[in-house]
């Protein structure tokens, strides 16, 4: 995963708790992930619009 080890992930995750405190975490959680989940349906979005012109220019 991004090349990134245990040891690594476990250095993030304690200046992640030092920073913001344990309480955050569940909220810096689920903001995460709905950053994520929008950005891929934004992807998902450009694709599916960009098949549906790629399909109209072949009809012309």
């Not at 090349?3 to 903001?31: D, N």
């Not at 950053?35 to 072949?58: C, H, L, P, T, Y």
């Amino acid at each position: 995963m991004f090349g990134l080890g245990t040891t690594e992930m476990l250095i993030i995750l304690v200046l992640v708790m030092v920073v913001f405190g344990a309480g955050k975490l569940p909220q810096i959680g689920s903001a995460l992930g709905k950053g994520m989940r929008n950005f891929k349906e934004g992807v998902k979005g450009e694709i599916e619009e960009a098949q549906v012109v790629d399909k109209n220019s072949a009809k012309s």
